[in-house]
């Protein structure tokens, strides 16, 4: 199964760094261009999972692929005392104007996040879909709040079982 995930994700990467490649450099929005450009950098992460907070930061690393069409994310974090790695992309959806992050994680598990922008200032507004290691599948609302050139914070929530749950991250930029 993980590597079914693994190979998966290769092949998206491929595709996506091909397509957008091959298309024009004005084909990514400048506003989006920006946003990803914000992200780009070494950053720590406090995470919390319905408002504990777990025992060790996170970090995550985050570089433009070549091409400078969308960024690739290499992160870990603890959740629930278990290290999880994961690997993700962002890119822009020029048909649905939309900031798009498809995440793959070494647990089995893994994500899609879709973001618009302009909405609200310094704020990416969207939704996500992930499925764990169990095919467990949560589905919910997500946000990125811009603090300051130097911390960024991610809020997500969901419904499971008629409660709602929260993910939160605080993200500091490493120098």
Excluded at 27 to 48: N, P, T
Aim: net charge negative; with cysteine.
């Amino acid at each position: 199964m993980r590597l079914a995930h693994a190979i998966s994700f290769v092949l998206l990467v491929l595709y996506l760094s091909t397509s957008w490649a091959a298309s024009d450099a004005t084909a990514i929005a400048k506003e989006a261009a920006d946003e990803l450009q914000y992200r780009v950098g070494k950053w720590q992460s406090d995470a919390f999972i319905d408002g504990v907070e777990q025992a060790q930061p996170g970090s995550e690393t985050t570089v433009w692929a070549p091409g400078k069409y969308c960024i690739q994310h290499a992160a870990s974090s603890m959740e629930d005392g278990v290290e999880i790695h994961a690997t993700g992309i962002t890119g822009w959806d020029a048909d649905k104007k939309q900031l798009v992050e498809y995440w793959y994680d070494s647990d089995g598990g893994w994500g899609t996040f879709r973001y618009c922008l302009g909405q609200k200032k310094d704020c990416w507004i969207g939704t996500f879909v992930l499925v764990d290691r169990d095919d467990r599948k949560f589905e919910g609302d997500s946000i990125v709040e811009k603090k300051s050139q130097n911390e960024w914070q991610w809020n997500a929530s969901y419904i499971q079982d008629g409660k709602k749950h929260a993910w939160r991250t605080v993200n500091r930029r490493v120098n």
